[in-house]
């Protein structure tokens, strides 16, 4: 117990190590993550890749809850590649949480479909800013 500081506060015990240990778990899957990131080239991808990535979101029925752009529709969120790498694109989908069914297994959909995937949503253009888009601006 010399490791811990204890403290009673209205009767229940308040544990510091605790904490660490929470900060310390949510630590972890960040490492996994970058020692299973799927191999991709720095290069940008060539056209058929996105052709790929494109048939697989098809394929693997990702279109029927984001959209068939990945711009989301009432089942599933727009899918923003701007703010998330390839790793943790992977990691998502692997274990979504209860985002959305988890494709576990490479049997299910291959890290390289998936790096397919990716750069075909990395492929699709932004949305407009609304404030760029005169008929939405009209008082």
Not at 80 to 85: F, G, L, M
Request: proline share 9%.
């Amino acid at each position: 117990m010399n490791h811990f500081v204890v403290c009673r506060v209205s009767g229940k015990l308040v544990i510091e190590a605790m904490l660490f240990l929470l900060v310390m778990l949510l630590a972890i899957p960040s490492a996994t993550v970058q020692a299973q990131q799927p191999a991709l080239s720095q290069a940008a991808p060539s056209a058929e890749t996105i052709a790929k990535g494109k048939q697989n979101f098809v394929t693997y029925a990702c279109y029927a809850c984001h959209g068939y752009f990945g711009q989301g529709a009432e089942t599933g969120p727009r899918i923003d590649t701007s703010r998330r790498t390839l790793a943790a694109f992977v990691s998502f989908v692997r274990k979504p949480g209860r985002a959305m069914p988890p494709y576990r297994t490479q049997s299910q959909i291959s890290d390289s479909a998936l790096a397919e995937i990716y750069a075909f949503l990395k492929s699709v253009p932004p949305p407009p800013d609304p404030n760029s888009i005169p008929l939405l601006n009209t008082k």
